[in-house]
């Protein structure tokens, strides 16, 4: 089983709309969890961090639910650029590796 | 400018032939870190290390070597690539651990025939 995992999508959204997706891990003792985006295999970059409290970003919102263990993502009034792939990224607990969702694809079309 | 440096940006080689992809951060971080990154299976990490000297194994060690013999320096090497390491690699830098935001550099593509 994998460590971290996400829906791959792709999540096809008109500009404005909502959009929504979760990550799940594996790993009861994590700490520490983030989103970054990555457009078309470039780096990716820290999006946000996800705090226990959840929080805000602008349009972006992250929740995380340790009893469920998932992290999600919610992007409000979608633009085109926001056209990318989510990587979901945990803390393994102790140590520091990080972990890495394979990504969510999100594409807003016109 | 702060920036994660990688070379070469791309490069195709043959088996067998050992290949060093340097790593250069400008930010004075004492961790970095090596991705490979593969459809559908995400990021995966290589080896880190937390400071100069102090180096550890990630998930996919197999096959590679690296050295951290400066702060800003974490070369990758591959002794004797092979096709199964055709792949995108990244390095990471960030300030002290891998529990704070990495900045990554912007990927070395290898094509090993």
């Known amino acids: 089983r994998k460590e971290v995992e996400q829906d791959p999508g792709p999540f096809n959204v008109p500009e404005g709309a909502t959009v929504a997706f979760n990550c799940t891990y594996s790993?009861?003792?994590?700490?520490?969890f983030f989103w970054y985006r990555q457009d078309c295999r470039k780096e990716p970059k820290l999006l946000m961090s996800v705090y226990s409290s959840g929080n805000e970003d602008g349009r972006f919102t992250a929740q995380l639910n340790r009893a469920s263990q998932y992290i999600s993502l919610l992007i409000r009034d979608s633009k085109l650029s926001d056209s990318a792939t989510y990587l979901c990224v945990v803390n393994e607990g102790n140590d520091y590796k990080l972990s890495f969702g394979a990504g969510t694809t999100v594409t807003v079309r016109a | 400018e702060a920036q994660v440096t990688q070379n070469p940006r791309y490069l195709i080689t043959v088996t067998g032939k050992k290949l060093t992809v340097t790593c250069s951060q400008n930010?004075?971080?004492?961790?970095m870190s090596w991705y490979r990154q593969d459809p559908g299976l995400g990021l995966r990490q290589i080896y880190y290390s937390m400071n100069v000297e102090v180096t550890d194994k990630g998930d996919v060690p197999e096959g590679y070597k690296v050295s951290r013999k400066e702060k800003r320096n974490f070369p990758l090497i591959l002794e004797s690539p092979s096709p199964n390491q055709t792949s995108l690699y990244f390095c990471a830098s960030s300030l002290a651990s891998g529990l704070e935001t990495q900045y990554f550099g912007p990927g070395t593509r290898l094509l090993v025939l």
């Open positions: 930010m004075n971080h004492e961790y």
């Open positions: 790993n009861s003792a994590s700490q520490s």
